[in-house]
Structure formats: structure tokens, C-alpha cells
Nanobody, 124 residues
């Protein structure tokens, strides 16, 4: 059974940092793309970053480029999202998801497996 479990969310002041983790189990870790998405109240789900666990290639949305860094630790079957210079508009539930193909994409419809989400709140 494929499982993704996010952790690391919380409350932080604007300008601060948080690191989210996505622990993955149930499939061969180095053959997937893992993506991070977020959804704020009343808004559509937004893809923000993804990484190929096979070759480490990454992709970022413009909204987080330069502030967020995605990485993976294949030995721990875990993907991280380091978030810095956080803004109140980054407040959302953050989800990680997995797709079984190597193409990097931030289209949520391309991801078959999802975690339960973790809340990130940035206060002004």
C-alpha cells in the first residue's frame, strides 16, 4: 500500500522558516516524482514544487522560486520542503503527492497518491 505522510507544519511569523517532511512507503522510492502542493481556504490547489527521486531534478512554481527548496533523502524514503522568507500568503494546507513517471509536473491531476496534509500558518 502506497502511503505518504507529511509532517513539520505549524505556526510561524512572517520572514521565518519551516521544513516539511514527506515520508513515503509502499513503492520503490527512486522511481517516482514527488510533488508538494498547497491549498488555502477558498482557493484552488496549487502545485509549488516537485522532485524526481531518480535523478534529483527539481521544478518550482514562480510563487516559491528562490524561497523554497525541495530535496530528497533516498536512504530515508523522505522528501523535504525547506521554506524560508515565509509570507502570510503562504498560509495553506500543504500536501505531498507521488506520481509513477519521471516527467516533472505541477499538475495535481497527474499525481495518483496523496498524503493527508499538514497546516502551515504564517502570521503577519
Amino acid at each position: 500500500e502506497v502511503q505518504l505522510v507529511e509532517s513539520g507544519g505549524g505556526l510561524v511569523q512572517a520572514g521565518g522558516s519551516l521544513r516539511l517532511s514527506c515520508a513515503v512507503s509502499g513503492f520503490t522510492f527512486d522511481g517516482y516524482v514527488i510533488g508538494w502542493f498547497r491549498q488555502a481556504p477558498g482557493k484552488d490547489r496549487e502545485g509549488i514544487s516537485c522532485i524526481s527521486t531518480g535523478d534529483g531534478s527539481t521544478y518550482y512554481a514562480d510563487s516559491v522560486e528562490g524561497r523554497f527548496t525541495i530535496s530528497s533523502d533516498n536512504a530515508k524514503n523522505t522528501v523535504y520542503l525547506q521554506m524560508s522568507s515565509l509570507k502570510p500568503e503562504d498560509t495553506a494546507v500543504y500536501y505531498c503527492a507521488a506520481r509513477e513517471f519521471f516527467l516533472l509536473t505541477l499538475n495535481s491531476l497527474e499525481y495518483a497518491y496523496w498524503g493527508q496534509g499538514t497546516q502551515v500558518t504564517v502570521s503577519s
